[in-house]
DNA sequence: TCTGGGGTCCTAGGACCC
DNA sequence: TCTGGGGTCCTAGGACCC
């Protein structure tokens, strides 16, 4: 989807279209100013002079979506919502409005369900699709269908996607970013070499900042120079897996398949504080925090029909430097003290003595308690030992 | 100028078992 | 007193993605 998020405030707000305008935020409401402006006056007429400025934002937030214009700035996604607004203070910013976005999301995959039903969901605003068997997947190379699904999900949700068609998962995600927004690209293996291998080594999908470090080091920067590489000194690079992974992607080269179902491995709830707390000084403020979260992630888990038995914490002290504990316990649960208990008992493992920015609560080794039910394990009484010699 | 929140997957070491 | 070759599970950290 092109600049989602920003793209389904301009559904309500089109007076805004146009404008720098960036999503993203912390805690503190950017909408209030908009709130008591609001009163009486259908959205879509709102005066433009009454929404809030990224320059009277004054939080810990980063930039999850910029309108096409907010980029021509220098403004990007996950950057700082303080950098953000010294390069373009007059841009408008707006909070994200979740339930809203998980509307548009559903709506645009019922979309795509409904022409190509062999669908991997990617996260909120993202799919890959294989439509090698949908009848006329193969017209004009895929473009008739990908027009096709992007006339459907404009009429149906008044939203705006790229489509790349390729013939792997890899490919079709490069080319999907080809001609952003509402474009659509269609790419051949034998397209590597005049449109891939020029683009530089990040546009894989799989190759985020620290990998890329590494190769500029090495003096590789475009998918073409890494292509280039002996597979042996990737090896030697990087390991066994990961080399042999960055060489069959620098060849275009990918065998993974659409996953249309995957189950949850894990379930969690973090926030950041508006200010760094103490453990100590602020005992009672990150107690309530913690209790809350605990309360979320097992409302999560209840929602979403699982119980989980590994409890684990996240603490970000002032530094940025990030630490976990995690105990896996017998009992699976999804009960808000249960969970409380043993995270409470994680939080003993760590240092208490520094600044905190971050707290988190998470819960892993998932399963549905309608299955646990149906197959409850061994069961007391019923156990039995068998053993053979071996020789 | 500090850097969100929700995830997945991988690695590596240690405990423990046969 | 030295020392194998599997395997699973648990834990911590880190890279990466949307």
């Given at each position: 989807?092109?600049?989602?998020?920003?793209?389904?405030?301009?559904?309500?707000?089109?007076?805004?279209?146009?404008?720098?305008?960036?999503?993203?935020g912390g805690r503190r409401r950017a909408?209030?100013?908009?709130?008591?402006?609001?009163?009486?006056?259908?959205?879509?007429?709102?005066?433009?002079?009454?929404?809030?400025?990224?320059?009277?934002y004054a939080g810990?937030?980063?930039?999850?979506?910029?309108?096409?214009?907010?980029?021509?700035?220098?403004?990007?996604?996950?950057?700082?919502?303080?950098?953000?607004?010294?390069?373009?203070?007059?841009?408008?910013?707006?909070?994200?409005?979740?339930?809203?976005?998980?509307?548009?999301?559903?709506?645009?995959?019922?979309?795509?369900?409904?022409?190509?039903?062999?669908?991997?969901?990617?996260?909120?605003?993202?799919?890959?699709?294989?439509?090698?068997?949908?009848?006329?997947?193969?017209?004009?190379?895929?473009?008739?269908?990908?027009?096709?699904?992007?006339?459907?999900?404009?009429?149906?949700?008044?939203?705006?996607?790229?489509?790349?068609?390729?013939?792997?998962?890899?490919?079709?995600?490069?080319?999907?970013?080809?001609?952003?927004?509402?474009?659509?690209?269609?790419?051949?293996?034998?397209?590597?070499?005049?449109?891939?291998?020029?683009?530089?080594?990040?546009?894989?999908?799989?190759?985020?900042?620290?990998?890329?470090?590494?190769?500029?080091?090495?003096?590789?920067?475009?998918?073409?120079?890494?292509?280039?590489?002996?597979?042996?000194?990737?090896?030697?690079?990087?390991?066994?897996?990961?080399?042999?992974?960055?060489?069959?992607?620098?060849?275009?080269?990918?065998?993974?398949?659409?996953?249309?179902?995957?189950?949850?491995?894990?379930?969690?709830?973090?926030?950041?504080?508006e200010?760094?707390?103490?453990?100590?000084?602020?005992?009672?403020?990150?107690?309530?925090?913690?209790?809350?979260?605990?309360?979320?992630?097992?409302?999560?888990?209840?929602?979403?029909?699982?119980?989980?038995?590994?409890?684990?914490?996240?603490?970000?002290?002032?530094?940025?430097?990030?630490?976990?504990?995690?105990?896996?316990?017998?009992?699976?649960?999804?009960?808000?003290?249960?969970?409380?208990?043993?995270?409470?008992?994680?939080?003993?493992?760590?240092?208490?003595?520094?600044?905190?920015?971050?707290?988190?609560?998470?819960?892993?080794?998932?399963?549905?308690?309608?299955?646990?039910?149906?197959?409850?394990?061994?069961?007391?009484?019923?156990?039995?030992?068998?053993?053979?010699?071996?020789?």
């Amino acid at each position: 989807m092109d600049a989602f998020f920003a793209s389904v405030e301009l559904l309500r707000y089109p007076q805004l279209k146009g404008l720098p305008l960036v999503i993203g935020g912390g805690r503190r409401r950017a909408d209030d100013a908009l709130q008591a402006s609001r009163a009486g006056l259908p959205l879509s007429e709102i005066p433009v002079a009454d929404f809030p400025r990224l320059r009277d934002y004054a939080g810990r937030g980063v930039i999850t979506t910029a309108t096409y214009a907010a980029r021509q700035f220098g403004i990007g996604s996950a950057m700082g919502l303080m950098k953000a607004a010294r390069l373009c203070p007059d841009a408008i910013l707006l909070p994200v409005d979740f339930d809203e976005i998980r509307r548009c999301s559903r709506a645009f995959k019922a979309v795509i369900r409904e022409i190509a039903p062999l669908l991997e969901d990617r996260g909120i605003d993202e799919v890959y699709i294989d439509f090698t068997e949908v009848p006329g997947g193969q017209r004009e190379g895929g473009r008739v269908l990908a027009r096709l699904i992007q006339r459907g999900i404009l009429d149906a949700t008044g939203l705006s996607c790229s489509i790349g068609v390729a013939p792997n998962k890899l490919l079709a995600k490069m080319a999907s970013e080809f001609n952003k927004p509402a474009g659509i690209s269609v790419i051949h293996e034998s397209d590597l070499q005049r449109l891939i291998w020029p683009l530089p080594c990040r546009k894989i999908n799989g190759i985020g900042p620290k990998t890329d470090q590494k190769l500029q080091a090495l003096g590789i920067h475009t998918i073409g120079e890494l292509a280039a590489q002996p597979l042996q000194a990737l090896l030697r690079q990087f390991g066994p897996s990961h080399g042999a992974w960055l060489h069959e992607a620098a060849w275009g080269r990918d065998d993974s398949p659409v996953v249309t179902h995957s189950e949850p491995v894990s379930v969690s709830r973090e926030t950041t504080f508006e200010r760094d707390l103490h453990p100590v000084r602020d005992k009672a403020e990150l107690g309530a925090i913690f209790t809350r979260l605990c309360e979320q992630v097992a409302a999560d888990l209840r929602a979403k029909g699982y119980v989980g038995r590994t409890i684990g914490i996240k603490l970000r002290y002032d530094d940025f430097q990030s630490v976990t504990r995690e105990l896996t316990v017998e009992q699976y649960s999804a009960d808000a003290r249960e969970i409380r208990r043993i995270a409470g008992q994680c939080l003993k493992r760590v240092d208490l003595t520094r600044r905190l920015r971050l707290l988190g609560v998470r819960v892993g080794t998932l399963a549905r308690p309608d299955l646990l039910a149906a197959s409850p394990g061994p069961a007391p009484g019923l156990q039995a030992g068998l053993s053979l010699p071996l020789f």
